[in-house]
Structures are given as structure tokens and as C-alpha cells.
Nanobody, 124 residues
Framework: QVQLVESGGGLVQAGGSLRLSCAAS????????MGWFRQAPGKDREFVAG????????YYADSVKGRFTISRDNAKNTVYLQMNNLKFEDTAVYYC?????????????????WGQGTQVTVSS
């Protein structure tokens, strides 16, 4: 079982930045494609960003493209989400996810493991 632990969430003013981290317990972390999802109150979980196993491919939801950047450091078993120019509508619990099999980055059902989430709150 792979354990994922998110950190870096908090309260930030609109236009500000946050950097989320997701630390994995898995020794073979590089075997997993990784994704970030978020869920706002009263809404379904939605895809934010994904990254391939070696980090060469990145994928973003249209709502965050140009503002968020996903990256990974396989030597540290960690994936990151740099969030710039944050908006009020970015407020949500952000989840890190991992999958071993090939699949669709934007589909939550394709992922095998999930973290507990970290709260991001953006004030207007």
C-alpha cells in the first residue's frame, strides 16, 4: 500500500502563491504517474494537474493552465504543485493521487492511491 501525504496548504490572498507537496512512502515512486485533484464544498472532485512517471509529460485542467505547475523529484519521492496567481475559486481541498497502470490523467477512477488532502483557502 502506498501512502501519500500532502502539505503546504493554507490561507492566501487572491493573486498570491502556494506550493503544495506530496510525499510518497513507496520506494519505487518513479513507477507511478501522479495527479492533483481538488474538491470544493458542494462540488465533485475535479482534475487539476497530472505528471508522467519520469516527469516528461504534464497535463493541466483549462482552469489552471498558465497559473499552476506540476513537477516531481523522484529521488525525493515527492510531487509538487506550484500555484501562482491564485483566485477565490481555487479554494478547495487538494488531493494527491498515484496510479501504476496506464490510464487517463484526468479521471479520478484511474488512480490507485490517494492522500488525505490539504486545505487551500484563497481570500478575495
Amino acid at each position: 500500500q502506498v501512502q501519500l501525504v500532502e502539505s503546504g496548504g493554507g490561507l492566501v490572498q487572491a493573486g498570491g502563491s502556494l506550493r503544495l507537496s506530496c510525499a510518497a512512502s513507496e520506494r519505487t515512486f518513479s513507477s507511478y504517474a501522479m495527479g492533483w485533484f481538488r474538491q470544493a464544498p458542494g462540488k465533485d472532485r475535479e482534475f487539476v494537474a497530472g505528471i508522467s512517471r519520469a516527469g516528461g509529460g504534464t497535463y493541466y485542467a483549462d482552469s489552471v493552465k498558465g497559473r499552476f505547475t506540476i513537477s516531481r523529484d523522484n529521488a525525493k519521492n515527492t510531487v509538487y504543485l506550484q500555484m501562482n496567481n491564485l483566485k477565490f475559486e481555487d479554494t478547495a481541498v487538494y488531493y494527491c493521487a498515484a496510479r501504476l497502470r496506464y490510464g487517463t490523467y484526468a479521471e479520478s477512477r484511474e488512480y490507485d492511491y490517494w492522500g488525505q488532502g490539504t486545505q487551500v483557502t484563497v481570500s478575495s
